[in-house]
């Protein structure tokens, strides 16, 4: 009996059900999804946008630090290179910058006093190279009145003497030798010793003369090649001037180290110039990610800055089919969603040839200069954009 009830029971709901289902049979609609970009009967081409400044940029911090100074806030009008942020200086930059400086201005003052007293230098050079032709002159001269005839008679003649006085010192000593066992001062002994010491002394005065004449001709020889150095030296110094009343050799090495400590003191200002942030271009400061007091780190974006001075408007749905039918030059139509039944015309500047993907489709942005208007234009509002018909 329940098992009966039950049964009847459920065919009793399922009819029920159905008798509802047909009583309301009114079918559901089918969500329609329109396209961004829309094409009329009369050709013309519908694609949506938005507002964008003429330009904009992310400020980037170059190096790490602190925040010391915060010189602007968000909405307020800037000027390009205006400080906006400026950060810590370590007190080593600042002590490495003037040691640069200082090398700067030391490189600079011998460059200046090269250039200062190179006239002088150079007449000096000159001087030297005239002094030393002198000196080539009397040597020469000297040699030229040499006769070397003479000094080869001399220098024999000097030898036949030493030959005799070696001789005869011989014979002394031989002499004094039968008289070596008498007292010291034995008249024979003595004047054995006598003759024996002249001998001695008539030897060392032969090979001294024959020394001198070899020693003054020798001299003589090396006052040509010295003379000749000497000029040839001064000659060399003289010419490295050239033109110039500056040597070459100078002149680069004081430019090379000037260099050398102008690129130290442009790294370092660069560094220090680095801890001011400043404002690339005139505009408007729409945001500012940072606080005062607050560390921040090389490429952190600080703060944002858009030119507001005029605006554009920048499609962002016009996909390969459409943009076939557009060209740079065409004028275009704007209606805006913020002020309804307003209008503006504008004219096509930019073709963006680097596309993007974009809801499984490939979209080309497309940027409109607006002719002029006095409507309180933002970023990023929202637009239609009429393309005028092709013709």
């Not at 200046?112 to 190179?118: A, K, S, T």
């Not at 001037?241 to 050398?260: C, M, N, P, V, Y």
């Not at 015309?345 to 940027?367: A, F, L, M």
Request: aromatic share 6%; glycine share 4%; proline share 2%.
């Amino acid at each position: 009996m329940n098992i009966r009830f039950s049964l009847m029971f459920t065919l009793f709901v399922g009819l029920f059900m159905l008798s509802a289902c047909n009583t309301n049979n009114t079918p559901n609609e089918t969500p329609v999804v329109y396209d961004s970009v829309q094409e009329n009967s009369s050709g013309i081409v519908i694609a949506d946008g938005e507002i964008v400044p003429a330009k904009d940029m992310q400020i980037i911090s170059q190096s790490n630090g602190k925040v010391t100074e915060l010189l602007i806030e968000e909405g307020q009008q800037v000027q390009a290179g205006q400080v906006i942020i400026r950060l810590e200086i370590p007190q080593q930059l600042i002590a490495e910058l003037k040691s640069a400086e200082l090398e700067q201005l030391q490189a600079q003052q011998s460059l200046d006093e090269l250039v200062l007293y190179g006239y002088l230098q150079k007449q000096l050079a000159y001087q030297r190279v005239l002094d030393a032709q002198v000196g080539r002159n009397v040597a020469l001269a000297v040699w030229d009145d040499f006769d070397e005839d003479k000094y080869e008679q001399d220098l024999e003649k000097l030898n036949e003497d030493m030959i005799d006085a070696k001789q005869e010192l011989k014979d002394a000593k031989n002499d004094l030798e039968d008289f070596l066992d008498l007292e010291e001062d034995n008249a024979l002994r003595k004047r054995r010793q006598d003759t024996l010491d002249k001998a001695q002394i008539s030897l060392n005065q032969a090979e001294r003369a024959y020394d001198n004449l070899e020693i003054n001709y020798e001299q003589l020889q090396l006052n040509l090649e010295l003379t000749k150095a000497v000029l040839d030296t001064a000659i060399a110094e003289y010419q490295k001037f050239g033109q110039s009343d500056i040597q070459r050799e100078q002149k680069e090495l004081a430019e090379e180290l000037l260099s050398t400590a102008n690129t130290q003191v442009e790294a370092l200002q660069s560094a220090m110039n680095d801890l001011e942030i400043t404002a690339p271009f005139n505009g408007k400061m729409v945001s500012l990610k940072i606080q005062h007091g607050e560390w921040i780190r090389v490429g952190q974006v600080v703060a944002v800055i858009v030119d507001d001075s005029s605006w554009l408007v920048e499609s962002t749905d016009i996909n390969e089919m459409d943009i076939v039918q557009i060209k740079i030059g065409d004028e275009v139509t704007i209606e805006l969603d913020a002020f309804p039944g307003e209008m503006i015309r504008g004219k096509i500047i930019e073709i963006d040839e680097y596309p993007q993907s974009k809801y499984n489709d490939v979209i080309y942005p497309v940027r409109i200069q607006l002719a002029e208007n006095n409507l309180p234009l933002r970023w990023m509002m929202s637009v239609i954009i009429k393309f005028d018909e092709n013709k």
